[in-house]
């Protein structure tokens, strides 16, 4: 697993997630704020690839949108799986 951060402003915090998440290869993405991790949000356990943006459509895509709505800035750190090929 490799791990990166990117910094995102508020207002395009759920577009980004959005994004992540629809690349299909993120494990986890956690929501900094001053180096505080403020949200964290598992996807590993989701084993269909369009989950992910179901249950990003529920309370926690709300909680992105609040969170965002409240920082100029923040910090998306990624965990990203490596080297899973579908079918091996």
Do not use: W, Y
Request: some cysteine; charged content about 20%.
């Amino acid at each position: 697993m490799t791990i990166e951060t990117i910094n995102v402003s508020g207002g395009n915090l759920v577009k980004t997630v959005n994004e992540l998440i629809r690349e299909g290869n993120i494990a986890r993405i956690s929501l900094l704020h001053d180096r505080n991790r403020v949200l964290e949000i598992p996807l590993t356990s989701i084993g269909d690839p369009a989950s992910p943006a179901a249950v990003l459509a529920t309370p926690v895509l709300a909680a992105i949108s609040a969170f965002g709505a409240l920082v100029p800035d923040c910090t998306i750190e990624i965990e990203r799986t490596e080297g899973i090929v579908a079918g091996e």
